[in-house]
């Protein structure tokens, strides 16, 4: 594995400005001076408490408490090692990485999903040309994309359109060419290749041919899959022929149920009166976007997963959902709504709540935008849906069917996070509660019954306590922490304090302990290489998680001396008060008989009372 020059890291976060890697994945606002905040990245919250400071080149999350810098960030969203992050944002931002002994990886160290990611830029260019081209692919692709399905050609240039021909293997002689990795080869799923066929020209059969070809990017934008949709032009020899519309095969870079389509431009237009709007298909958005509707998402083929609403979540809160109000469209309905509540997501359903089957395709395509705002007026949200779709008439109501549809509102409303949205739905509802014969007293014992019954724990339990417990960082406990903060933000007392603490008062035991052990031992060699400059001194990720953190947010300390004193003689204490109460104990169970020397331990004892005595003073920096 090559290894980058630390000179090179060190450049990259220099000329690299952390909100600009950060914003591709978090919408990001202003929170006073230099400071960034939005909706965190790696859990759930709907207050954003997710801070970036560009200047320092760190975030932290004060919800979760991840921390780290923009190296850390890129691993932790695109789940890449160290080098593959490199070099992520050095081809991101044009910036060229240095290797130690050598010019860099062989074609056979290259980032397996690297290679995936050139792969499909090759690809999406290459069908976007036959698209635009004069043959009889790209000829029949265009009447097809502007006659049939009514888009204009500069739709197609904006989202890179392609087109698949029937029979053509210049794809695989392109990527054959560039010489990427017999692995990239095999798994980027746009070839048929046999197990144990030798890898060339002739043994890579294109799995998408005589299709229109749509680039699936991810929500930083590259693309990682295809959506193929049959045309006439389809082979019969296809093994998917009857399939209208045929998606990648799920490779290191694309997993269907964590990505939306369009996900990478809606997030960017998503804010206060513009939420995400869900359509069905991959068309049904294109067609939003083309009508000027440029929140629109799609789902990739199949049900949603919490993944996905997770995703959307870090955007923007509230969601619209267009689906059909047919009865597949309300198991749909039924399926995204628990998810979405649990993800703390608000949505509304766009439509008249009629049985009329709605198109976004054939909509938009007829009344254009206009025909959003009506949608948008005649919208409902989740009480509505749940007195319409799950309570029945309560004319023709047996108690049983009553039962059973109450037991299901309940289920969906226990999925809300929140007692008070629980509260407020049931609320709510109560009037249609009422015209079931259902006092609203009852709705509420019942509800709570029904919590209880699926085994909710109220956040008071033992077990609660006991996991809060355990999920508390030693690191803040202890003397080591606030020494290590003197060490990062207070260089100047390293070397001093390096001179007066034995390394065996440090206890190693947590993080902090283990890097104030390590710092001071630089402090006291002359290495300190500057808090800019720690990679190298940090060899785990919760090291280094505790490192950006210390760095996020200068402390408050008054007089950093004092602070250090104080830290000074509780660790001292701590080592030798042991020991001072174990000489108390044999002094006081001596009998004469004993090999214990009296006198010995009396010196030794006062000894330990003068040492523990003894005002401890910084000694100024050299």
């Not at 309560?394 to 969906?412: H, M, Y």
């Not at 919760?542 to 210390?550: G, H, I, Q, R």
Request: aromatic share 8%.
């Amino acid at each position: 594995m090559p290894v980058i020059k630390p000179t090179c890291v060190r450049d990259l976060k220099l000329r690299v400005n952390l909100a600009d890697v950060v914003s591709r994945v978090v919408t990001l606002r202003k929170a006073g001076g230099a400071r960034l905040k939005g909706l965190c990245p790696f859990h759930n919250e709907k207050s954003p408490s997710f801070h970036v400071d560009s200047d320092k080149g760190f975030y932290k999350c004060f919800g979760c408490g991840k921390a780290g810098d923009i190296i850390s960030f890129v691993r932790e969203t695109e789940q890449l090692g160290f080098t593959e992050a490199v070099e992520a944002l050095g081809q991101r931002f044009n910036i060229e990485i240095e290797y130690e002994q050598g010019s860099g990886p062989s074609r056979e160290e290259r980032s397996l999903r690297q290679e995936i990611f050139e792969i499909h830029e090759l690809a999406t260019e290459h069908y976007h040309q036959i698209f635009r081209g004069q043959n009889p692919t790209g000829d029949f692709m265009r009447r097809y994309w502007v006659e049939q399905r009514k888009f204009t050609p500069e739709l197609a240039e904006e989202f890179k359109i392609g087109a698949a021909p029937a029979q053509d293997d210049s794809l695989g002689a392109q990527v054959l060419k560039r010489k990427f990795s017999e692995d990239a080869v095999r798994q980027c799923g746009l070839f048929f290749i046999r197990e144990q066929a030798v890898l060339g020209l002739n043994s890579l059969r294109p799995r998408f041919r005589g299709r229109l070809m749509i680039p699936i990017r991810d929500h930083q934008g590259r693309v990682v899959a295809f959506t193929a949709r049959q045309t006439e032009l389809t082979p019969e020899d296809d093994p998917a022929r009857e399939a209208k519309y045929v998606n990648s095969p799920e490779t290191p870079v694309f997993t269907k149920g964590n990505l939306l389509f369009n996900l990478d431009r809606a997030r960017t237009a998503v804010g206060e009166g513009k939420p995400f709007v869900m359509v069905e298909g991959q068309l049904d958005a294109l067609r939003c976007w083309s009508v000027g509707l440029k929140t629109a998402i799609a789902p990739q083929g199949t049900a949603i997963t919490d993944t996905q609403l997770v995703l959307l979540r870090r955007y923007h809160s509230q969601v619209e959902c267009f689906f059909d109000s047919d009865s597949a469209g309300q198991k749909a309905a039924l399926r995204f709504l628990p998810m979405a509540l649990k993800a703390g997501l608000e949505i509304r359903f766009l439509g008249s709540g009629s049985d009329e089957k709605l198109d976004p395709d054939v909509l938009f395509q007829k009344r254009g935008i206009a025909a959003y705002e009506d949608l948008k007026r005649a919208s409902f949200g989740i009480e509505t849906f749940i007195q319409r779709y799950l309570l029945p008439e309560p004319s023709t109501a047996s108690i049983e069917v009553k039962t059973r549809a109450i037991e299901q509102a309940f289920d969906l409303i226990s999925a809300a996070p929140s007692e008070i949205t629980q509260q407020a739905l049931l609320v709510r509802l109560a009037p249609a509660f009422g015209q079931l014969r259902i006092l609203p007293h009852s709705v509420e014992v019942a509800f709570l019954r029904h919590k209880t019954k699926g085994g909710s724990a109220t956040p008071n339990t033992e077990g609660a306590r006991k996991e809060r417990r355990l999920n508390l960082d030693p690191a803040v406990t202890v003397p080591e922490y606030n020494l290590l903060l003197i060490c990062l933000h207070f260089e100047e007392l390293g070397r001093p304090l390096s001179t007066i603490l034995p390394h065996d008062w440090i206890d190693t035991g947590h993080t902090a302990g283990v890097l104030l052990n390590r710092f001071l031992a630089e402090f006291e060699h002359a290495s300190w290489p500057g808090r800019e400059h720690l990679d190298e001194l940090l060899e785990t990720p919760d090291e280094k998680a505790l490192v950006a953190s210390l760095l996020f947010d200068a402390p408050v300390f008054e007089d950093p001396h004092k602070v250090a004193a104080e830290g000074l003689r509780l660790l001292r204490a701590r080592a030798l008060e042991p020991r001072l109460q174990q000489i108390e104990l044999d002094l006081a169970n001596h009998r004469a008989d004993s090999k214990i020397d009296p006198i010995s331990l009396l010196r030794e004892r006062t000894e330990l009372q003068r040492q523990l005595r003894q005002p401890l003073h910084i000694p100024p920096a050299a």
